[in-house]
């Protein structure tokens, strides 16, 4: 029988990919008519502001979330999150949700490769085996070619890279700091280079406009808000499969609402890359088990 707070972790992990699928179709929306620089910066001062408010009322209060062992560590990993999303809304608007969302499902699978160098982890050779198979998914989704160098592919590839840089740089960063301080610097790295940025493109948005940028800001809050309470609930290791539900609804946004295409080798190529990440998923809860 599952436990109550494992159901409870996992109740509260659904609802935040539903609510990040949301603002994934927003992100797009606004992605292909505003800088994409410029749209992540204003997300990420209503974010910061988010985080502050966590800081403040979180033991110690500001003192101790932003008392870092690593600050340097935590500004990059913060800065190279708001670069990635960055990355991620450019692909939204150019290439699609249902294109990008298919090669992010190789986020994991990526992760635990450079899980290996990084952070001296073990990968027994099933998950290595899973690796392999996810990134010949990954070649079915890009379709190697002649005129590979210049599609727009990459920059999903790019985010997806980014998004598993990021996770190891975070469990870098884990070993001396508490989530909390992860937090803090997520939300001022991520302010302090989406600005330094962002600012140069500032485009004053039409009315409507900046309603779906108060959506952006409003969902982004309230996704992190119930994910933080997901892993207050139960483990990581029990809600990291709730990701996938991500990708299934994100592309769901883009084939539905966009009027995307998801091709048979794009689905084929996505289809292999989740069973991949699945497994690799169980083979984290299997060790967690045993340890």
């Not at 800088?35 to 974010?47: D, E, K, L, N, S």
Request: net charge positive; glycine share 10%; charged share 10%.
């Amino acid at each position: 029988m599952v436990p109550q707070s494992a159901r409870k972790g996992l109740g509260f992990a659904l609802l935040a990919v539903t609510i990040f699928a949301a603002q994934d179709g927003v992100s797009k929306h606004l992605a292909e008519n505003y800088p994409p620089v410029f749209v992540v910066m204003i997300r990420y001062w209503a974010f910061a502001a988010f985080v502050v408010v966590r800081a403040l009322n979180a033991p110690g209060g500001i003192a101790r979330s932003a008392a870092s062992a690593n600050v340097w560590l935590q500004l990059a990993r913060g800065g190279l999150l708001a670069a990635q999303v960055v990355v991620a809304i450019t692909a939204f608007a150019k290439v699609g949700l249902a294109a990008t969302m298919s090669l992010f499902a190789a986020n994991p699978l990526i992760l635990a490769a450079l899980s290996v160098p990084v952070l001296g982890e073990a990968v027994g050779w099933r998950r290595w085996t899973a690796i392999g198979v996810g990134f010949l998914g990954v070649l079915i989704i890009v379709r190697p070619g002649p005129g590979l160098l210049d599609s727009d592919i990459w920059l999903a590839v790019v985010a997806s890279i980014g998004i598993a840089v990021y996770g190891v740089m975070t469990r870098l960063a884990s070993r001396r700091d508490s989530a909390m301080v992860s937090f803090f610097y997520t939300g001022v790295g991520g302010l302090i280079v989406a600005t330094a940025f962002g600012i140069w493109q500032w485009t004053w948005l039409a009315p409507v406009d900046w309603i779906w940028m108060g959506i952006l800001c409003v969902t982004g809050a309230a996704g992190h808000y119930f994910f933080i309470k997901a892993l207050e609930a139960a483990d990581a290791v029990v809600t990291q499969p709730v990701q996938y539900v991500q990708i299934v609804l994100s592309t769901s946004v883009g084939i539905l609402i966009f009027g995307e295409n998801l091709d048979w080798p794009m689905a084929l190529g996505a289809t292999i890359v989740i069973a991949a990440g699945l497994f690799t998923a169980w083979r984290d809860w299997v060790r967690s088990r045993s340890a």
